[in-house]
């Protein structure tokens, strides 16, 4: 039974409430939610406050939340002096939850420094809840597994989740409405690690908590032969959410059955829709998108899949003996919420690849025939979308005007459906993986759209322009195409079978038409798509070791190549101005990107001592003589001071560059946190004459304002020629900090590999596979070009 929001305002306006808390509900919830110390509780279902009161009493600041304000005009009036409680009106079913503040684990900010240094990020703050409780209330929800995940997000690591509501056994026919039977209790445990059940006079008490586990395809008997060809039916609402039956088999199924004889397949999926679920919807609104097929027992099971696009009617329950409820479901929460009927599970990810991780293999053969975007999405996402773009143009990016509507018109959410909405707009700083090999490496990722934004407003793309970008995912490449307009079109491609699919499948749903996903390593290009004189812009979304000459050959004449290249081991994104056979950068910005895995990709030698206590990387050039490294690592550690001091947040991703490329000897040193031997477990480092120098900090004066923390800069160095790098180490921090630090980063030129000595500009050479690099810092160039690129460096934090 659905009350309206009126409804409940008027019941409450009527004086009727419900029943009172009682003191076995009391006695529980002191027992298993005890509050710690700056406990919060959220009271979802507030009613008249009793509840909230009594969580507050418990020590808890409690938010009490309703959607009924007639509710909340009785629990200001009856609890006046109430302390430690917000009353909130909200919708917790289909409402937007700012008020709540953002669901998501502390901590951790997802920030990606290559080298940690002084200064570093704030605390984010408080926010989530240690309990909440859901009272008297779950029956009356719609989308019962939706509104415990939301929920859910939003507690606190170790927090728990309480549902109180009636058990039908205990309650009279009249209200059963009220009630959940035992099936209808199982289904709310489902996907929590961990849940207790307890009773409280004829009430359910259950307490759920640990993180979401993972879901379950689940069988049933073997299939009837003449239902071996079926249909399954994936239908969203107005908030993109999945429609999903609880059946009577106690699993999670799609709409869906056999296809009769002389039936069409987008005929039986309208039939069943309407069948299983009182939908209506027209053929012309069924898409199949692909068919799956696996084996069931001895029978070999053929399921097509198809999308529709467009529906009409009220949710009903026509057979009640298949399923016990129907509800809408967030995409992100699909892979936590328990059994799923087998083939629902692969026809779900099928429709959105990635959104549940860890499916076994099943065979597929895509339809031709191209289903149109969906639209749909909650409130909640429109308003994250929002914000990310202010913050993003806050923090100096996306000046340009399409740029900064391509990113608060495209869906970015919809693009990672397996993250939740919060993630997918963590601020504009954070990449959402997508992807990751069996080490667990990042092997595919949406990027932080800070990054997104200052690499496509570099690309300066016209309106009706052709690009091609190399790595792909979907969302970069549909802000490009909102960018380039009607008239524009994006080329990308990407070596990995599954991260095309995903972008095509992703595309096809919230996508404008005009990107086109290829198949191939990327590093070739896309040479049958090139059109009249080269592509109007090349962006690369990945680590590149190199530049790969078909990039330059396939970009027009003055057009922009924008890549994340690798110098010395430390990645920075080049705009890259083509002048022939010449790349002239025009400017850098501090990035990190997923490696390259095609042909081009590289693996930087590595020299391991002292038992892998320290790892030695060189990135550019063959690694240096390992002799005498392990003795000079056993004997004493020199300390050299640089004289450079610095107060405050303190950048120095450019000195990263200088000493890549001036330093001889250069590496990368890395080391397990707390190592015995040195002192960092990431830095720049130099090896020469069986000796070893690195460049590290010390905090000579905290603070609590960051501002005003003093940091020294110090050369460790080891070996017989200890004193000697350590003092060459020290001179190139002192020329960088006197002659570099102020005017940002060098111009820099590309030529090709092969090019002679006297046709280089001046400057330090930094010789790779395909190219020559020349940069041309200031007192080391006799002539040549020496005005310095646009751009601003990007914070290095620690």
């Known amino acids: 039974m659905a009350y309206t929001r009126n409804q409940w305002s008027e019941h409450y306006d009527d004086g009727l409430g419900f029943r009172p808390l009682g003191e076995a509900e009391k006695d529980l919830l002191a027992a298993h939610a005890p509050a710690p110390q700056g406990g919060r509780a959220l009271d979802a279902c507030c009613g008249t406050g009793e509840l909230a009161v009594h969580l507050a009493s418990l020590g808890y600041a409690v938010d009490a939340v309703d959607f009924a304000e007639g509710a909340l005009e009785r629990a200001r009036a009856e609890h006046p002096d109430a302390e430690g409680v917000r009353w909130l009106n909200l919708d917790i079913e289909g409402g937007d939850l700012t008020d709540l503040g953002e669901p998501g684990d502390l901590g951790e900010d997802g920030n990606q420094g290559e080298e940690g240094g002084p200064g570093g990020r704030g605390d984010p703050g408080e926010r989530g809840y240690d309990l909440i409780v859901l009272r008297l209330a779950v029956a009356f929800f719609h989308s019962r597994a939706f509104v415990l995940r939301r929920l859910a997000a939003r507690l606190r690591a170790g927090g728990k989740l309480v549902v109180i509501t009636p058990i039908a056994r205990h309650t009279p026919d009249a209200r059963r409405h009220v009630a959940l039977d035992e099936d209808e209790l199982g289904s709310l445990t489902e996907g929590f690690a961990e849940h207790e059940r307890f009773e409280a006079e004829g009430l359910a008490v259950l307490v759920l908590h640990g993180p979401a586990t993972a879901f379950r395809a689940q069988e049933k008997e073997r299939p009837d032969p003449h239902a071996v060809f079926g249909v399954a039916v994936v239908v969203t609402d107005g908030s993109g959410r999945v429609l999903l039956g609880r059946s009577t088999g106690h699993m999670w199924e799609l709409p869906g059955g056999g296809v009769e004889a002389g039936e069409s397949v987008e005929a039986a999926a309208v039939r069943e829709l309407a069948e299983e679920c009182g939908l209506t919807a027209r053929t012309a609104d069924a898409h199949p998108i692909t068919v799956l097929h696996d084996d069931r027992r001895d029978v070999r099971r053929v399921s097509a899949v198809v999308r529709v696009s467009r529906w009409s009617g009220d949710l009903g329950l026509p057979e009640p003996h298949r399923f016990s409820r129907w509800e809408w479901h967030d995409l992100h929460a699909l892979a936590s919420l328990g059994r799923i009927f087998a083939p629902s599970a692969p026809a779900l990810a099928a429709v959105w690849p990635g959104v549940l991780p860890g499916l076994p293999p099943v065979r597929s053969l895509a339809c031709a025939h191209a289903a149109p975007p969906v639209p749909g999405e909650p409130a909640e996402a429109v308003r994250l979308r929002r914000r990310m773009t202010e913050q993003v143009v806050a923090g100096g990016r996306a000046s340009a005007g399409p740029v900064r509507e391509a990113l608060g018109s495209v869906p970015r959410h919809r693009f990672v459906p397996e993250a939740a909405l919060a993630d997918a707009y963590d601020g504009g700083d954070r990449a959402v993986i997508t992807q990751r090999d069996a080490t667990g490496t990042p092997t595919s990722s949406v990027s932080a759209a800070w990054l997104q934004a200052d690499m496509i407003e570099q690309l300066r793309p016209h309106p009706g322009a052709t690009v091609l970008e190399v790595g792909s995912g979907g969302y970069n490449a549909e802000l490009l195409a909102h960018v ?315």
């Not at 380039?484 to 079978?497: E, H, M, S």
């Not at 240096?624 to 020199?638: I, M, N, V």
């Not at 005003?708 to 110090?714: A, I, K, L, P």
Request: proline fraction near 7%; hydrophobic fraction near 35%; charged fraction near 25%.
């Open 484 to 798: 380039l307009g009607p008239g524009g079109r994006v080329v990308t491609v990407d070596i990995d079978p599954y991260v095309v699919h995903r972008t095509r499948r992703l595309c096809a749903e919230a996508g404008n038409g005009r990107v086109t996903a290829l198949l191939g390593d990327g590093g070739r290009g896309a040479p049958a798509h090139v059109p009249a004189g080269g592509f109007d812009g090349v962006i690369v979304t990945h680590n590149a070791y190199d530049i790969a000459p078909a990039w330059r050959e396939q970009l027009r004449e003055g057009a922009r190549l924008v890549v994340p290249l690798e110098l010395g081991g430390y990645t920075r994104s080049l705009t890259l101005v083509r002048e022939g056979d010449v790349l002239r950068c025009v400017h850098w910005t501090h990035c990190g990107f997923v490696r390259d895995r095609g042909a081009a990709a590289r693996t930087a030698p590595a020299l391991a001592l002292a038992d892998g206590q320290v790892t030695l990387r060189w990135a550019d050039g063959t690694p240096g003589a390992a002799d005498g490294l392990e003795e000079a690592l056993g004997g004493p550690r020199h300390e050299t001071r640089t004289g450079l001091v610095t107060r405050g947040v303190f950048n120095f991703e450019t000195l990263q560059i200088y000493a890549a490329t001036t330093l001889p000897g250069f590496c990368r040193l890395t080391a397990p946190a707390a190592s015995p031997l040195v002192a960092r477990t990431d830095g720049t480092a130099m090896a020469a004459d069986g000796s070893l120098a690195y460049l590290t900090y010390r905090t000579v004066r905290d603070a609590r304002d960051r501002e005003d923390r003093v940091c020294e800069f110090f050369v460790h160095s080891y070996g017989p020629a200890a004193d000697t790098l350590a003092e060459r180490f020290a001179a190139c921090v002192r020329t960088w900090d006197q002659q570099v630090r102020e005017g940002g980063y060098p111009p820099l030129v590309i030529c090709p590999a092969g090019t002679p000595d006297d046709r280089l500009p001046p400057g330090d050479v930094l010789d790779k596979p395909r190219t020559r690099i020349v940069v041309q810092w200031p007192n080391r160039v006799s002539a040549g070009p020496r005005d310095a690129p646009e751009g601003r460096a990007r914070e290095s934090r620690g």
